[in-house]
Antibody, heavy 117, light 106 residues
Framework: EVQLVESGGGLVQPGGSLRLSCAAS????????MSWVRQAPGEGLEWVAN????????YYADSVKGRFTFSRDNAKSLLSLQMNSLRVEDTAVYYC??????????WGQGTMVTVSS | DIHMIQSPSSVSASVGDKVIITCLAS??????LAWYQQKPGKGPKLLIY???SLLNGVPSRFSGGGSETAFILTISNVQPEDVATYYC?????????FGQGTRLEI
């Protein structure tokens, strides 16, 4: 069974940092592009970032470019999202997801990030 | 950026009804279109990819169609467990973008 389990969310002040993790199991993790997608409270879905199977290519939404860094450890089947210079508008549930072709085929349950003073 | 516009924003149906949700893209996207179902408090679930391909295990009452700029998600014989918000998503270009969602009530 495919499982994606996010962790690391919490409350942080504006300008602060947070590191999210996503533990993957049940599939050939190293063969998949992986992604982060977020959802602000009561709002729709917003794509955040993609990373290639070997980590050699990364793509970011303009809203997070230069502040967020996406990485992966294929040996541990682990994703990380380092979030710096956090803003109030980064408040959201953050989901990790696997990407097959152009669709997100499996999703985690999400981890909540709240940026507030 | 490619903008995805869904309609309606919400729909109320009775059990057994047919529901059609429309998704319009601001540019041609071929068939790079996926549909997701999200139930309250849960992560989204992929229903349909490549505009019309049903993911294994998804009930056959869900179907998708369309190409380039106009797409539809059809739910035939709506069931109580279909209460959710549905999103379309384009994967033709970066940034990947989603529609604003359609809430289905029974």
């Amino acid at each position: 069974e495919v499982q994606l389990v996010e962790s690391g969310g919490g409350l942080v002040q504006p300008g602060g940092s947070l590191r999210l993790s996503c533990a993957a199991s049940g599939f050939m993790f190293s063969s998949y592009w992986m992604s982060w997608v977020r959802q602000a409270p009561g709002e729709g879905l917003e794509w955040v970032a993609n990373i290639k199977q070997d980590g050699s290519e990364k793509y970011y939404a303009d809203s997070v470019k230069g502040r967020f860094t996406f990485s992966r450890d294929n040996a541990k089947s682990l994703l990380s999202l380092q979030m710096n210079s956090l803003r109030v508008e980064d408040t959201a549930v953050y989901y990790c997801a696997s990407l097959t072709g152009d669709a997100f085929d499996f999703w985690g349950q999400g981890t909540m990030v709240t940026v507030s003073s | 950026d490619i903008h995805m516009i869904q309609s309606p924003s919400s729909v109320s149906a009775s059990v057994g009804d047919k529901v059609i949700i429309t998704c319009l893209a601001s540019q041609r996207i071929g068939n790079y279109l996926a549909w997701y179902q999200q139930k309250p408090g849960k992560g989204p679930k992929l229903l349909i990819y490549a505009a019309s391909s049903l993911l294994n295990g998804v009930p056959s009452r869900f179907s998708g169609g369309g190409s380039e700029t106009a797409f539809i998600l059809t739910i035939s014989n709506v069931q109580p467990e279909d209460v959710a918000t549905y999103y379309c998503q384009q994967g033709q270009n970066f940034p990947i973008t989603f529609g604003q969602g359609t809430r289905l009530e029974i």
